[in-house]
């Protein structure tokens, strides 16, 4: 029950870097589940911990590894879409959405099969799901950004103009990533670590929009320091 309880309560805003990678350590390499507990459950507990501390390569690794995979194959799929989003791997996202996978269908899960039927040319199984959609959301940022991905409208205002969802920022990156949409200043005022470290990789993107996002980024622990160096080397003072 403690463990449970320390598995349960980390997050990624541990100070001390030694702590947080020992952390990570014991949770890449502890694979023998405590007494009393299977593990299944352990798995399960190791991997979202690792997510939490923002390791998501480590957390896939593990998923790799081990044999309980298929148990709770819905949140470590759900895991890969996050990941394939945030490295803008249009294929393995479209794949896994395709895939078998029982993933519980809410809001977030359809946006991206309406992306992923769009990116397949299937137009019409992608506006199906978005009637869908629109049913129980009211994400307008998703809506203008899917009406530009259509050519239905190609006219965009301010992200703050817009209701938008905070859950879905890796999603809009990679939407305005697949048609060279650069983002504007007024995303770097968002507080999303990702959607910063997404906006500092951004190539369409202006320089300056790019670096201030990329020291948010760095600061939250999410850039490394060879990607903000990068950033900052590509400036043509």
Avoid at 100 to 110: A, G, P
Avoid at 114 to 140: H, K, M, Q, R, V
């Amino acid at each position: 029950e403690n463990i449970i309880f320390l598995l349960e309560k980390i997050n990624n805003n541990i100070s001390s870097n030694t702590i947080k990678s020992n952390l990570i350590d014991f949770f890449i390499y502890g694979n023998q589940p405590p007494k009393n507990m299977s593990q299944e459950e352990f798995d399960k507990l190791r991997i979202l911990a690792l997510k939490k501390l923002g390791d998501i390569e480590s957390a896939i690794i593990v998923m790799n590894s081990i044999v309980t995979y298929e148990k709770n194959k819905d949140i470590y799929d759900l895991i890969i879409l996050e990941k394939s989003l945030t490295d803008y791997n249009l294929s393995a996202l479209c794949g896994v959405i395709n895939s078998n996978s029982n993933f519980t269908v809410n809001t977030f899960i359809l946006k991206i099969k309406i992306f992923c039927s769009f990116l397949n040319n299937n137009l019409e199984e992608a506006e199906f799901y978005n009637t869908l959609l629109l049913e129980n959301d009211d994400d307008e940022y998703f809506q203008a950004l899917y009406n530009k991905l259509t050519g239905l409208d190609n006219s965009m205002s301010n992200i703050q103009q817009y209701n938008y969802d905070n859950n879905s920022f890796t999603l809009y990156s990679a939407m305005m990533r697949s048609i060279d949409m650069p983002f504007t200043k007024d995303f770097v005022g968002l507080d999303s670590p990702k959607l910063m470290k997404a906006i500092a990789i951004s190539p369409s993107t202006n320089i300056s929009i790019r670096i201030e996002a990329a020291q948010k980024a760095y600061n939250a622990g999410i850039l490394s320091d060879e990607s903000i160096a990068a950033i900052y080397q590509s400036v043509d003072f």
